[in-house]
């Protein structure tokens, strides 16, 4: 492991290092940029600057004040100055230590003169790295790297310690897992499990945005596995049946996350259960309707598959806008296996199937002579009904159902 990586990066950052450094301040790199170098990852050019200073917030301030274009102090109170250079992002905190009260949702924060006492106040090890710049070595007091290179999860205190000062870090453990392919501590395991319901006191804001990361990831097995296995995962989305076959099946509905919560949720109950267990763990509205909408879809096509081609017309219009994620979870869930080339050969046939009707509102009340009403309604659903019964229809045709229908 090196940091060779960051070669860039400190060139950049040398004329504010030296300007810190004129005014007797030290200045480091901190986050992610710095654990993904000792990866040997290659450096994403639109990175922020991460940075960690020993300098007060006012002197902070006035240094940013003379170097950057635009600046902005809304997190001065917790430390932090944010700045832009040309197209670089810049945030400078103090160095801090912060931690939540039994009952807080807002962390106390103490600001510290030394970088270690700033980075054993990170959530993890591979976290609590930093780098002096501009030349300045590794400092790494909590064997960040050797936890990197060995693959382990650990926290740079007691676990009971670092999760207490913001218990949301229970959540990063599994994203982090899963991320990076780690094995956690069994103190941390350990630790999770007894304080989840320290969880409690985290905003749902917080909640939902660490889940929605651990969602994308390209595989989160691993970190859902750890959250079922400490009692976090129905902290986060209520009760879900076999934790591990619930896992089992995420792994198999591809990468959306939308299918892979709805996966997850699958045994919990109908999908109104599901919707009302998400909606009342704050769930976004469209996120409960999307997965209701998806489970809705998949159960449905594995208790009454399709037996005719107007079904499975009915059941891709009904499916839609969710129809892949619908397909991916019927498939996994274990429906017949004609599914998926049935509805593919159907999207490719009847390319307008979940296109706008062939007769529009208007065009149907002239055809037919009708005022706005419920007499509409009822057209539009009859042109809809024959049109799933009997497949494409030119406007002729659905003119001619119409007139019939209407002269019986």
Do not use: C
Not at 283 to 310: E, G, K, N
Not at 370 to 384: I, M, S
Request: charge should be negative; avoid cysteine; hydrophobic fraction near 45%.
């Amino acid at each position: 492991m090196s940091l060779n990586r960051l070669a860039p990066v400190r060139e950049e950052a040398r004329e504010l290092a030296a300007r810190f450094a004129a005014d007797g301040y030290r200045i480091y790199l901190v986050g992610g940029i710095v654990r993904d170098a000792m990866r040997d990852r290659p450096l994403d050019t639109a990175f922020d600057l991460d940075l960690t200073t020993d300098a007060q917030p006012d002197a902070v301030k006035s240094i940013l004040e003379e170097w950057a274009d635009t600046l902005w102090t809304q997190g001065e109170r917790f430390g932090t100055i944010g700045a832009r250079r040309g197209d670089r992002r810049v945030e400078v905190t103090t160095h801090r230590t912060e931690r939540y009260l039994p009952d807080s949702r807002k962390p106390e924060v103490a600001f510290a003169d030394a970088i270690e006492a700033d980075l054993s106040r990170r959530d993890f090890t591979i976290n609590a790295m930093a780098v002096e710049l501009p030349d300045g070595e590794l400092v790494d007091p909590f064997g960040g790297a050797s936890d990197l290179e060995a693959g382990r999860l650990h926290t740079p205190l007691d676990p009971e310690e670092t999760f207490s000062d913001d218990p949301l870090r229970m959540l990063r453990a599994a994203r982090f897992l899963a991320q990076f392919d780690l094995t956690a501590d069994t103190n941390l395991v350990a630790a999770m499990a007894a304080m989840a319901d320290r969880l409690s006191i985290v905003a749902d804001e917080r909640i939902r945005d660490e889940l929605d990361r651990l969602l994308a990831l390209p595989d989160p097995g691993l970190g859902f596995k750890l959250l079922f296995e400490t009692g976090l995962g129905e902290r986060v989305l209520g009760p879900v049946g076999d934790g591990n076959a619930a896992v089992a099946l995420l792994r198999k509905v591809g990468d959306d996350p939308v299918a892979r919560l709805a996966a997850l949720m699958a045994d919990a109950g109908t999908p109104s259960d599901v919707r009302s267990a998400l909606s009342e763990r704050r769930a976004t509205s469209a996120v409960s309707r999307a997965v209701f909408a998806v489970l809705t879809a998949a159960r449905q096509a594995v208790d009454h598959p399709p037996a005719s081609l107007s079904e499975l017309r009915r059941w891709v219009v009904d499916a839609d806008p969710h129809l892949h994620q619908a397909v991916m979870l019927a498939t996994a869930l274990g429906a017949e296996a004609s599914l998926v080339p049935d509805v593919a050969a159907l999207m490719q046939s009847e390319t307008d199937l979940l296109g706008p009707p062939v007769l529009d509102g208007e065009e149907i009340m002239a055809l037919l002579g009708l005022d706005p009403g419920p007499d509409v309604g009822r057209a539009v659903d009859e042109l809809r009904r024959h049109r799933l019964d009997s497949g494409p229809l030119t406007p002729e045709e659905a003119r001619t159902h119409l007139l019939r229908w209407r002269s019986r």
